[in-house]
Structure formats: C-alpha cells, structure tokens
C-alpha cells in the first residue's frame, strides 16, 4: 500500500514542479453535462505538485478505486489531507444538468487543483481534472472534462455492491429511475490494469435481462462529460483586482407557455473591458455571449425560473451576478 502511494504523492523535487500561487480562495464549480448520467460525491484538493489523483497509462490508487467503483472518496480525501492539502467534498449525487459548487484554498503551497467524481451508471468509470496550475489562473477559468476508466474493475455493466473489488455497479434510487435494469448476464471483459479513456458502455434495450443493466438509449454518453470552472474569488492573489461591476437593469419578458427572454444592460470595469456575461439558469450555465439579451425556448409551462447575468472582463475577472425571475404561462 505504502510503495503505491508514492506514486502518487512523490517528492515535487523529482518533477520539477513549483507553483507560483499564492494563498487565496477558489471556488470549484462542476457541471454535469450528460444527458442520463449521474456524478457520485464530487472530491476537489488544491494540493502540492508533486500530487496527482490519477495518471492515464497507470495503475490506479486504490484511493482513485475506491471513487470510480463505489464513489468513495474518504481514503482519497484522508490521503490528501495528511499531506496538508485543501480538500472539499460534495453534498450527493450530481444529476444530469446540475452544478455544485466547492471552496479550497492554495495556502501552504497548494497551488495545483484536481477533480474526481465516480460516473453512475458504469463499473468503474469517473471523470475528473488532473494538477491544474492554480497560479496560471486570473479570474477565472473553464475546463472540460472527459471520461475515463479506471482499469481495476472487469466493465459487466450488472448492478452490484460498487465495493472495491467486488464486481457490479451501485444503484441508487435515482438511479434506478434513470432507466437502468436487472437480470442481465453480463457482458464479457476483463480489467484493463490501467487508467485510460472510457470507451463508453454498450447497454442494451432489456428492462429484465439481456447482456447489460445499462439502458442503451439512456445511458449512452460522449465526451466532455463534465464542465469544470475554476474562480478565484478571495486571498492575496486578488488584491487590487476590481473586476467588473454588476450588469444595470435586468429584466425579463415571457412571451409563451415555453418561451421567455431576459435584458440587461451594461456592466463596466475600471481597469480592462467588459467581455462577455454569462448566464445561468437554477444555478446552471446555459450562456456565455457578449450581447445583451438571451432568448430560451423549450421550458416547462406554468414554471417560474431564476436567471443570473455576471459579467466577465478581458482578464477573465467576474463581477457579482444580478438575478431575475420569470415564469411562463
């Protein structure tokens, strides 16, 4: 156990690797980009460079087992916290659509971030970002994440214990829900060894049998299947950063059962130029433009929803985000 871990929290001497950042906050925002998948517990660490969650072409940790069977990740957060790293954790399961925000902090030298969080429904499939330089970060930024598979589980796509080393997958009631099924044979395979990039799942279309648990139609996924967004938002780093003001007179129009549009005006900054707002809806992404209005269509009618515009500058700084609510017919 001992002889593995080092691989992955050797002497940052030996990699060359120094961060340049120093002591502040960051929040850590995931978004779940599937259309039917779900996350596990999401774990994020700001951490030395020496650290590195996982390494594709290399065996796993059995910390990084641990998430991408079962989503466990107490011995990856118990590991990285006794070296000194800021670690956070996720409050549940990520749904499809969905956004959950961490905060870590770079002090004591943590200035690389990773990611990891388990994809449901797989055997030991998870996505995350590896040892991103926090220092390189002005503002903010916006990086996509893929799948991968973590090569310590035989992919039967049959529902099981999600224990390390016991094969199947967990199945949660949301799960469940989602379409997955029971009864199946199995699909024949054997673990990889390795970490590499997910292939995907095969499924099949059978409620109560067949070779897979996986609904085919449902679960189907392609990369990215994650939008990782990184904000500094507080600590030495940020000092005389003023950012971008608040957009002025936000305001909304429903124009159907299904159809709404929101308007804002100009925001300003006192050392750079506005750029570009992003928008938000429940908490969600779903624009980042430079004009000043956004139409949406295809929502729920008799449905009230919460929009936020936040400005962002050329330096990738954000202003504090204004919000409106709008209700279709």
């Known amino acids: 156990m001992f002889k593995k871990t080092k691989i992955w929290l050797g002497l940052a001497t030996s990699l060359g690797v120094v961060s340049a950042v120093n002591a502040a906050d960051y929040e850590v925002t995931v978004t779940n980009l599937t259309y039917s998948i779900y996350f596990t517990p999401l774990i994020a660490a700001a951490h030395p460079g020496d650290v590195r969650m996982f390494r594709a072409g290399e065996e796993a940790s059995p910390q990084l087992q641990m998430i991408a ?23 549940g399961l990520l749904a499809p659509g969905q956004s959950e925000t961490i905060t870590v902090n ?3 030298g943590n200035g690389f971030l990773s990611v990891a969080t388990m994809l449901l429904p797989t055997n030991d499939g998870f996505t995350g970002v590896n040892a991103i330089d926090l220092g390189s970060i002005n503002g903010s930024a916006t990086f996509n994440a893929i799948g991968y598979d973590a ?12 224990a390390p080393g016991e094969a199947g997958f967990p199945a949660p009631p949301p799960v469940v829900a989602s379409g997955t099924g029971t009864g199946g044979t199995g699909v024949q395979t054997e673990a990889e060894g390795f970490v590499h990039v997910h292939r995907g799942v095969l499924g099949d279309m059978d409620p109560n049998g067949g070779v897979s648990d996986i609904n085919s139609a449902e679960h189907h996924w392609l990369n990215p299947v994650a939008r990782v967004t990184v904000r500094l938002v507080g600590g030495d780093d940020s000092q005389g950063a003023a950012g971008p003001s608040a957009v002025a007179s936000l305001s909304a129009e429903t124009y159907s059962s299904s159809a709404v549009e929101i308007f804002w005006g100009d925001a300003e900054s006192s050392d750079s130029i506005v750029s570009s707002f992003e928008v938000t809806r429940d908490g969600v992404v779903v624009s980042t433009n430079d004009g000043r ?10 449905t009230t929803y919460t929009y936020q515009v936040t400005a962002i500058d ?5 202003g504090p985000g204004t919000t409106v609510t709008v209700a279709t017919f």
């Open 69 to 91: 069977e079962g989503g466990d990740v107490s011995g990856m957060a118990e590991l990285l916290e006794g070296i000194g790293a800021s670690v956070g954790t996720g409050g």
């Open 106 to 108: 770079s002090d004591g």
């Open 151 to 162: 090569g310590t589980e035989a992919n039967d796509e049959l529902v099981g214990s999600g």
């Open 293 to 302: 209005s956004f139409y949406e269509s295809g929502l729920d009618a008799g």
């Open 314 to 318: 050329a330096e990738g700084r954000r």
